[in-house]
């Protein structure tokens, strides 16, 4: 029987043509260090020019310092070259709004991209193992994933569009247990990542506990039915996929709405990619469901689907900002004003008033002179609640107004020029109601 080595070496030339370049993404760790030596120790036989890349994401220190030490010495070891990188150029923003992980793992592929290109490496090779599938497989089902999320990792697949370099992960076949026998048997060192069992990261819970609570007490080789299972939807979600791609390519398509649910959702799915858009869920259910219905995908496009199953781009009217605005001196006496589409009415008064629909501000607050006009870039409001004034469209954005719904609302400023009413959200904090308010502000409109 071979040993661990050889098939995973074996299993590497099934996927891998003789006289081929690779590149093995090489982190330090158990299965990365493992893959190395694998193809390393086989490259004579196949005929394979192996290159190292370890890219250092500078998150931890002198241990990933090194991490990278100890590569640099095993590829030397081995006799590969080893190219390295750092992650220099953070950003702060693209953190913040998707994720250290994500942001990260799109950084360390960019480098692998181009130090593939720079050593004429035919493929990217990574140490994914099965136990990585399963924790791929329950990350993305508790994410809602189609049946192509699902499928999790591919043996070999693409780059990205366009591009000829191809990942290829030979050991999806081999389990954990079956990556610490390899490293056991077999002369390779590796470094362990703290970070791996940090329970920050809900792929470190999977790992450390959802699995193994599963394999104690439903299946004691979990993986391998999860893989099983991914095998049978990446058939599935392919023969769709390709299904779909027929139908955008047909001169002649047959009506969007006789093709089959799964293919109307990859249909919408495809031309969303091809739009450079991030496929939702709900979002290609109602694109599915309605043609015609609008969705704004920036500041100015509207996308929509027509009758017949294609996506469209288009500008929207009302999705410029417009210089209307309009000055009210408040009275004692009613002061009508209209905007765009809606009337305000207001007075002054030394006695509060309640009723449904009429607000009541601090007149002494808001000044004798108010401008009434719509929404602009920049704008800045600070609800009644709220520590400190935050971006408007912020605020907008939290409480669900599309983009062309907000540049059609009103707002009121003051005469120092802070807004203190906004149409359709709650009173502003500056010139709300306090104990010691003698005029009152009512204020109450419609829409015309």
Not at 46 to 55: K, L, M, T
Not at 298 to 314: F, I, M, P, S
Not at 361 to 379: K, N, P
Request: charged content about 25%; glycine content about 6%; proline content about 4%.
């Amino acid at each position: 029987m071979a040993s661990l080595l050889e098939q995973a070496q074996a299993e590497a030339a099934s996927l891998i043509p003789q006289k081929s370049a690779v590149l093995v993404a090489t982190s330090g760790g158990m299965d990365s260090m493992a893959l190395l030596f694998a193809l390393a120790t086989a490259s004579a036989k196949y005929r394979w020019r192996i290159v190292a890349a370890h890219f250092n994401h500078r998150l931890r220190g002198n241990a990933a310092k090194a991490d990278q030490r100890l590569v640099e010495k095993f590829s030397s070891q081995l006799g590969v070259k080893c190219a390295t990188g750092a992650w220099n150029d953070k950003d702060s923003d693209s953190i913040k709004a998707y994720g250290l992980e994500k942001v990260a793992r799109d950084a360390r592929y960019s480098f692998l991209k181009n130090k593939a290109t720079r050593h004429r490496c035919d493929y990217i090779a990574t140490g994914h193992h099965a136990s990585d599938q399963a924790e791929t497989f329950l990350w993305r089902l508790m994410r809602g994933a189609g049946g192509s999320g699902l499928a999790g990792i591919r043996p070999v697949s693409g780059m990205a569009s366009g591009n000829q370099i191809k990942l290829v992960r030979p050991l999806l076949n081999f389990s954990k247990c079956d990556m610490h026998s390899l490293t056991d048997e077999n002369p390779i060192p590796y470094r362990e990542d703290k970070s791996n069992s940090s329970p920050e990261y809900l792929r470190n819970k999977i790992r450390q506990e959802l699995i193994p609570f599963l394999e104690k007490n439903f299946h004691p080789k979990i993986e391998f039915p999860i893989c099983q299972t991914q095998d049978l939807l990446r058939a599935e979600a392919d023969y769709a996929i390709a299904q779909a791609q027929a139908w955008l390519k047909a001169a002649k398509r047959a009506p969007f709405w006789k093709l089959h649910l799964a293919v109307q959702r990859r249909v919408i799915w495809q031309q969303l990619i091809q739009l450079g858009l991030e496929p939702q869920y709900f979002q290609i259910e109602d694109l599915r469901k309605v043609p015609g219905k609008k969705f704004a995908i920036n500041a100015k496009e509207l996308l929509h689907r027509d009758e017949q199953g294609t996506l469209r781009v288009g500008t929207h009217p009302n999705l410029e900002f417009s210089p209307n605005e309009c000055l009210i001196r408040p009275t004692a006496k009613w002061v009508e004003r209209e905007l765009g589409n809606i009337l305000v009415r207001c007075r002054v008064s030394s006695k509060i008033v309640q009723r449904d629909g009429l607000e009541a501000f601090d007149a002494d607050r808001t000044g004798e002179a108010i401008v009434l006009r719509h929404w602009r870039q920049g704008d800045r409001f600070q609800p009644i609640g709220l520590k400190k004034p935050s971006k408007l469209k912020s605020i907008f954005t939290n409480a669900k107004v599309k983009a062309e719904g907000k540049r059609q609302r009103a707002l009121a400023c003051s005469s120092n020029g802070e807004i203190f009413w906004v149409q359709g959200l709650r009173i502003g904090e500056h010139a709300k109601i306090r104990a010691g308010t003698q005029r009152f502000l009512h204020w109450e409109w419609r829409e015309m």
